[in-house]
């Protein structure tokens, strides 16, 4: 069974950074798509970014672009998001995804989701 439990989340002033984790197990991941989703109170759950487990092929959401990277360490089948420059507006529980294509990515598999806060 697939698990992808998120950490990393917290506490931050505007303009700082944080490092999510997102450690996977239950499978090979090999092929699989990995994604950073965000959902904020009140608000639809919002793409952030994606990674093949590859390594290859990254894409980011208009509003993180510039500001965040996604990446993974196959060894230690962990995919990270590191924000940087972090707004008020970043704040939200974000979530970790996993898919066998792009197009099921956000129907597949979730972590339960770490908190960040971003203080103005």
């Known amino acids: 069974q697939v698990q992808l439990v998120e950490s990393g989340g917290g506490l931050v002033q505007a303009g700082g950074s944080l490092r999510l984790s997102c450690a996977a197990s239950?499978?090979?991941?090999?092929?699989?798509?990995m994604g950073w989703f965000r959902q904020a109170p009140g608000k639809e759950r919002e793409f952030v970014a994606r990674?093949?487990?590859?390594?290859?092929?990254?894409y980011y959401g208009d509003s993180v672009k510039g500001r965040f990277t996604i990446s993974r360490d196959s060894a230690k089948n962990t995919v990270y998001l590191q924000m940087n420059n972090l707004k008020p507006e970043d704040t939200a529980v974000y979530y970790c995804?996993?898919?066998?294509?792009?197009?099921?990515?956000?129907?597949?598999?979730w972590g339960q989701g770490t908190q960040v806060t971003v203080s103005s």
């Open positions: 995804a996993a898919a066998q294509g792009i197009a099921t990515l956000g129907l597949d598999y």
């Open positions: 990674i093949r487990w590859s390594g290859t092929d990254t």
């Open positions: 239950g499978r090979t991941f090999s092929g699989y798509i």
